[in-house]
């Protein structure tokens, strides 16, 4: 393998191990849930980071009761040339996750509050 394609295959991995972790905080909600269609969207080309997985959270249907803690979700990494996005949680019903013009940072690692 020569130096190039080493330094390739290096950079493709980097960006396959990008992540994007958010830290959610709830109101006084009894209990909360995620869906497995909740995304980051970046602004401008639409492009979805997916939910890879969570913490403190149970996935729909079950429930989690609040313990004032919070939650983390870890999505996968957003596109280098993101500068905003939004936390949308696609869902059949009323009431989903969405937290709109989230700013990027350079660790992408945000605090949200529903």
Known sequence: MTETEEEIEVKTLESEERQTIVHCSC??????????????IEQGTGKRAKLITAFNISFAPQWTLNDGKGFTLIFEGLS???KAFDLKEIIPQEGGFEIKNIQRNNMDVYQVRF
């Open 80 to 82: 280098k040339g993101c």
């Open 27 to 40: 109101g006084d909600d009894y209990a909360f849930r995620i869906w497995p269609s909740t995304y980051l």
